[in-house]
């Protein structure tokens, strides 16, 4: 099993800043790929922001150029650097893990429980 542990969420003014973390911890081989979704109240989660293990960033249009993930593979944790931050970000932010399993061939995706990030307007 594998937990992901988030923080880093609260309530900012619109053109702030917020940072998230993700910690993995658990038993596992390795961690493939780390991101952020969010889900705002009545519409779908919703992929933010993406790392491999070794780097590869894939990121919506909407946060390009004002997001920027990141990863410490030491640590087994992922970063969201949210800048310039608008009402329309708010949602609950979900960290994901594609996490390899030992002694398997098969990815297993795992969950954050979620943290909120508010912003006023």
């Known amino acids: 099993q594998v937990q992901l542990v988030e923080s880093g969420g609260g309530l900012v003014q619109a053109g702030g800043s917020l940072r998230l973390s993700c910690a993995a911890s658990g038993s596992f081989f390795s961690i493939n790929v780390m991101g952020w979704y969010r889900q705002a109240p009545g519409k779908q989660r919703e992929l933010v922001a993406a790392i491999t293990r070794g780097g590869s960033t894939n990121y919506a249009d909407s946060e390009k150029g004002r997001f920027t993930i990141s990863r410490d593979n030491a640590k087994n944790t992922v970063y969201l650097q949210m800048n310039s931050l608008k009402p329309e970000d708010t949602a609950v932010y979900y960290c994901?893990?594609?996490?390899?399993?030992?002694?398997?061939?098969?990815?297993?995706?795992?969950w954050g429980q979620g943290t909120q990030v508010t912003v006023s307007s």
């Open positions: 994901n893990a594609v996490v390899l399993p030992r002694g398997t061939l098969s990815s297993v995706t795992y």
